[in-house]
Every structure is written in structure tokens, then in C-alpha cells.
């Protein structure tokens, strides 16, 4: 995918998502292991990667985080959160749910790990919200970049805009082989 960095520094307009237009149905241009949905700024998207891309989508924050995960692209991280989240739908619930057990604990545990590296991407850049990203990397020196603040990604939380809070669980449920 394009570098987030890159993206956030952009002269693109708003970074919201949009419909896709009519024929453009394609694989996600992320992950490339979904089919697209959405589109934010020509890039299209399954749900998973939307929020990577979304940064100024009203209630962002509320879905994803900035992590810093430099050594894990954000298209290879897309496909893991969708195991993760899979795995706990596959239980019918959700990865924050309490009662999780077996496959979907573990997947928790390594939901955990990566919601860590929030830790990361605030002592980099002071902010782990996706919305804040724009005003940051536009603030980053050339230096800064060179050092490497490339590796800041998007993690997603599994949860949809407040529209449809359960459409994300519901299209990933649906994803899910029966058997
Ligand atoms: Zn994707």
C-alpha cells in the first residue's frame, strides 16, 4: 500500500470513505485478500484496511489506533486482524468480549500485543488516534522520516462506524466457512 506517512502528508482531500462506482469491484488494494467495499482517495478497499486510509472519516478514533509496527507492513497487518477478529466471531463474538475461549483467547492475546504498540506510536509521534495523524506527519523533518516514523500502521479495532456499529461483525461473520 501506499506509506501511511506518505498518505497522511498528502495533498488528497479529505480521506473518507465513499461507494464504489459501478464496475469497480476489485480485491482490496491493502490487504489484497478481501474483496473492496469501500473507497477512500481512489484506493479500493475491503473493510478491514478502510480504517488504515479514513483518517478524517468522523468518528475514527473510535474504531482504529496508530501503532508502530515498522517491520510489519500495514496490508500483511490487515489480513492478521481479520484472522483475529475471525476467530473470535467464530464464536459469535467479538475480540473485546470477556468470555472468549480456546482459538479466540489466543486471538485476544495477540490482539493485546499489537494494541501495545500504541505505546510506540505516541512516543514517536504523541498521539496514537488515526485522526491526529495528518497534522503529525505534516509536522515530521525529513530526519524524522528518514528515522523512521514510516513504520507507524493503523490497527483496527473490529468495530464499525457509529452508523452501523455491527457491520464489520456481520461481514466478517459472513466471511467465516460453515463446517
Ligand atoms: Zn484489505
Redesign the pocket.
Known sequence: MEDLVLLARSSHGALVASALGPGEADA???????P?VLQVAGFL??????PAFALDEPGIDDIASLIWLPHVDQ?VL??IV?ALHAAAGQQGLTIHDVDLRGQAALARMAFDALKAQEAGAIARIGTARPSALRTAALALDQVARRRGETGLRVLFNGNWFANAPDRYFETIRSRIPVG
Open positions: 482490496c488494494r491493502c490487504c489484497g485478500a478481501a473492496a478497499l475491503c473493510r478491514t484496511c478502510v496490508g490487515g489480513r481479520a
